[in-house]
């Protein structure tokens, strides 16, 4: 009969402890949590060329005859893109445009230094750029003001550019160029 | 190749990578200008015309022109032979011009009888494109304006000093003139 008590009473620890396990584990699945949801939506960064003009309306600038003409447009469809057209330019003819590009983004943005067919300007001087690859420049192109200025959305910056043909430039010739102007996020510029 | 080598390898194009990924991680846009331009050229066309006033068919006169370059021969002239020259230039380009520079003289194997010879008559008046006189100067030609020198010449007898005009002469002239883009400067 003694013997009989002192073997149960382990098995009944056991037993507890197994009750106790499985309770302890049901309240080991008591639990809270608490949910972040997340959207993000990232700003747009963009422009829109918005003014473009030259200043040659008539007489020619700086002379008193309208011989040489130039027009200025911007492209309806897509203001990333305007248009100049200059006919019957001559040796020493100048003339000066002048853009607005507007920040039609959400994202602060800084102009780059433009580029004349991927050869970068310099601000007020006059750079030469050989137009039609003979190794004789053809004109030279003169980049004024626009740069280091922070544009914020909504607000536009104001830029001109000089075009002054040279004596080499060829007669009865045209000539087709390309200036780019990019522009990066407000916080990328070193 | 040991692992080692491996794994340097990786890490340098890793970071590589990443600086590249630095410069280039950020936002931009470009807008862009197209231009067109067409130069204009300088061109002129000039003619050359001439009345040698005599009764008979006795002295006369050749003449050859090409581009700016004219050169004029009198032959079997005589005393108080009188010859009108008319010279057009025509602007036949699109750009005004002006006289650069201009010269004129004696051809070789000539006589040269200018001492005998008395410019009686030198006209030089503008027209422009309408056929209207051009006002003022004629300095510069515009498109469509022309100018005109008429000059009408004598020979004499006498140079003035009593060498008489040599006889079996004949007098070869030529001239050549240049012109210019009319914004072009020309120094002094």
Known sequence: ?190 | MNTKKLAATFAILMMALGIAGFAYAHWSETVYIQGEVTTGYVDLEWSFDYILRQDKDVAYLEYYIEDGYLEVGLYNVYPCLTVELWIDIHNTGTIPVKLYDYDCGITENSTDLTPWIEIVCEEFYGVDGNGDNIVGSCEQLDPCDSVYYHVIIHFMQDDGQGNVMPEGASMGFCAWFEWVNWNAEIPA
């Open chain 1, 1 to 190: 009969m003694m013997l009989k008590k002192k073997t149960s009473i382990p098995a009944i620890a056991v037993i507890v402890l197994i009750g106790l396990a499985i309770v302890g584990f049901s309240y080991a699945h008591w639990s809270a949590y608490l949910n972040v949801e997340g959207e993000v939506k990232t700003g747009i960064l963009d422009a829109a060329i918005v003014t473009w003009y030259c200043d040659d309306a008539g007489i020619d600038p700086g002379y008193t005859k309208d011989i040489a003409q130039c027009y200025c447009w911007i492209d309806e469809e897509d203001p990333h893109y305007a248009y100049v057209t200059i006919e019957n330019a001559y040796p020493s003819y100048e003339v000066k445009f002048t853009m607005d590009i507007e920040n039609t983004g959400t994202i602060p943005w800084f102009m780059l230094t433009p580029k004349v067919n991927g050869i970068t300007l310099v601000d007020s001087e006059y750079v030469d750029i050989d137009l039609d690859g003979d190794g004789y420049p053809d004109a030279n192109f003169m980049y004024i003001d626009g740069e280091d200025k922070q544009v914020h959305p909504g607000d536009f910056v104001e830029w001109s550019l000089r075009i002054h043909f040279k004596q080499t430039a060829h007669q009865n010739f045209t000539y087709t160029f390309t200036i780019s102007v990019e522009v990066i996020q407000w916080n990328m510029v070193e």
